[in-house]
């Protein structure tokens, strides 16, 4: 597991040794200090429920993973100085904070406990259980805060170790996501739900980037505000179904993914699908967003079926849908104007909302790109579907290039290689405005 977006952490500041020790004096006191509340809390109530499904049974007990199980710990302390900067360490530390103070909100607002008996350990192992037990009651169960912060360490340690330590990282993280069941400390609903936490976590406060929340605004644009409503629809109708239990809490994923579609169209913009320049979106966002993805991504190819994947406008630029990673290889450069969906390589990326009308100073950008990546050879301009955004763009690119002599001229080109362009009123005024042209 490791970060979508190409990373260059600064290395000309010395390590931030005494501040690493600051935050863990800070953050190690307050996880035992509110999980131990969160327990006392649970255990007074008279009736605390659980989750649990029929196969679980099934589940063996393995005293031996005790010890991944408890090798968080020192991956948790020792993650604060393996930071290499003041803005990742703070950073990372923001990280462990939030997971630590969502996962307490749960446990008290929604206390949950573990069922099964757990069967009794000897030698090394049971002194573990023991230790655990001493402090550790069977609530606080989900979202798992040991699964959270696993998605938030394996991350941080996977682009800090040597790429020769990778191959043991990897299993013994896999083995201590396990160890939370074969440990028999969680019920199977805690791991996805810690896992969510951890991935909400890690796009809450993405590396060298503002956090997505920060330069939120409630929008004022109406096909916006429909689509948000549309979107948050969508993630209610999900979300109903998995109030039944069982295999319905699936659903609960597709919700959540088309929530946060419907907060980006909102409130969030292109920012809250965190594409980056380069095409490629960040591990958060990738997971969140997953169900999402999928589907936008059947859609397009569903709309475009039985159409070229691409045609040629001129001069070397051509238009069409985000193409596969295989079919990209024809072209030498990629101009990427979808939000919704990660590029491939080669791509520079200028994310932008879909069934919404581009900006000109984006179309601007856009055309300005496309003209210089021509020196490099072919160039796909591409969208979801190659209808709407792309097409807005390569009309912008023929206006300003002075290929095209009016908004009309440009459109009416593309239309001839793409029939099934869309571009309505508002996008040919964008287009115009981008160029400084008239229809």
């Known amino acids: 597991m490791s970060e979508a977006i190409v990373l260059a952490l600064p290395t000309d500041e010395r390590r931030p040794w005494?501040?690493?020790?600051?935050?863990?004096?800070?953050?190690?006191?307050?996880?035992?200090?509110?999980?131990?509340?969160?327990?006392?809390?649970?255990?007074?109530?008279?009736?605390?429920?659980?989750?649990?499904?029929?196969?679980?049974?099934?589940?063996?007990?393995?005293?031996?993973?005790i010890v991944p199980y408890w090798s968080i710990d020192a991956f948790y302390g020792l993650s604060l100085l393996v930071c290499t900067s003041k803005a990742e360490l703070d950073n990372h530390a923001r990280r462990l904070l939030t997971a630590q103070i969502v996962a307490v909100t749960c446990f008290i607002l929604?206390?949950?406990?573990?069922?099964?008996?757990?069967?009794?350990?000897?030698?090394?192992?049971?002194?573990?259980?023991?230790?655990?037990?001493?402090?550790?009651?069977?609530?606080?169960?989900?979202?798992?805060?040991?699964?959270?912060?696993?998605?938030?360490?394996?991350?941080?340690?996977?682009?800090?170790?040597?790429?020769?330590?990778?191959?043991?990282?990897?299993?013994?993280?896999?083995?201590?996501?396990?160890?939370?069941?074969?440990?028999?400390?969680?019920?199977?609903?805690d791991l996805p739900t810690g896992a969510l936490l951890g991935f909400l976590c890690l796009w809450l406060w993405p590396d060298l980037a503002?956090?997505?929340?920060?330069?939120?605004?409630?929008?004022?644009?109406?096909?916006?505000?429909?689509?948000?409503?549309?979107?948050?629809?969508?993630?209610?109708?999900?979300?109903a179904p998995a109030l039944a239990g069982g295999v319905a809490l699936w659903l609960l994923w597709p919700a959540v993914s088309l929530a946060f579609v419907a907060a980006n169209y909102a409130a969030l913009g292109t920012g809250g699908f965190?594409?980056?320049?380069?095409?490629?979106?960040?591990l958060a966002a990738s997971w969140l967003l997953a169900p999402y993805l999928t589907g936008a991504w059947a859609n397009s190819r569903l709309w475009t079926r039985g159409e070229p994947k691409s045609v040629s406008i001129r001069d070397d630029v051509w238009l069409g849908r985000t193409p596969w990673p295989g079919t990209a290889l024809d072209f030498a450069r990629i101009v990427d104007l979808c939000a919704e969906l990660p590029g491939v390589p080669r791509s520079r990326a200028f994310p932008m909302l879909d069934l919404v009308v581009p900006a000109p100073a984006q179309l601007a950008r856009a055309a300005a790109e496309i003209e210089q990546a021509?020196?490099?050879?072919?160039?796909?301009?591409?969208?979801?579907?190659?209808?709407?955004?792309?097409?807005?763009?390569?009309?912008?690119?023929?206006?300003?290039?002075?290929?095209?002599?009016?908004?009309?001229?440009?459109?009416?080109?593309?239309?001839?290689?793409?029939?099934?362009?869309?571009?309505?009123?508002?996008?040919?005024?964008?287009?115009?405005?981008a160029t400084r042209r008239d229809a």
């Open 374 to 433: 021509r020196a490099a050879g072919r160039v796909l301009v591409c969208c979801a579907l190659g209808y709407s955004r792309s097409a807005a763009a390569v009309a912008a690119w023929l206006l300003s290039t002075r290929r095209a002599t009016s908004v009309d001229a440009a459109i009416a080109e593309i239309r001839r290689a793409r029939p099934r362009i869309f571009l309505n009123a508002s996008a040919r005024a964008a287009i115009g405005r």
């Open 274 to 282: 965190q594409k980056g320049s380069d095409g490629r979106m960040s």
């Open 18 to 65: 005494a501040r690493a020790v600051a935050w863990l004096c800070l953050l190690g006191p307050f996880f035992f200090l509110s999980y131990g509340a969160a327990n006392w809390l649970a255990a007074q109530r008279a009736e605390v429920g659980s989750v649990v499904f029929d196969w679980e049974r099934g589940i063996p007990f393995l005293p031996w993973t």
């Open 210 to 239: 503002t956090g997505p929340v920060a330069g939120a605004r409630l929008t004022l644009d109406p096909k916006r505000r429909h689509l948000a409503a549309c979107y948050s629809a969508g993630a209610v109708l999900f979300a």
């Open 110 to 189: 929604f206390p949950l406990r573990f069922t099964f008996e757990r069967p009794q350990a000897t030698g090394v192992a049971g002194a573990l259980f023991d230790v655990l037990t001493s402090f550790d009651k069977p609530f606080n169960q989900a979202p798992s805060l040991h699964i959270a912060l696993l998605v938030i360490l394996w991350p941080l340690y996977a682009r800090h170790v040597p790429r020769r330590a990778l191959w043991l990282l990897h299993p013994w993280f896999a083995l201590l996501f396990l160890s939370v069941l074969t440990t028999y400390q969680h019920h199977f609903i």
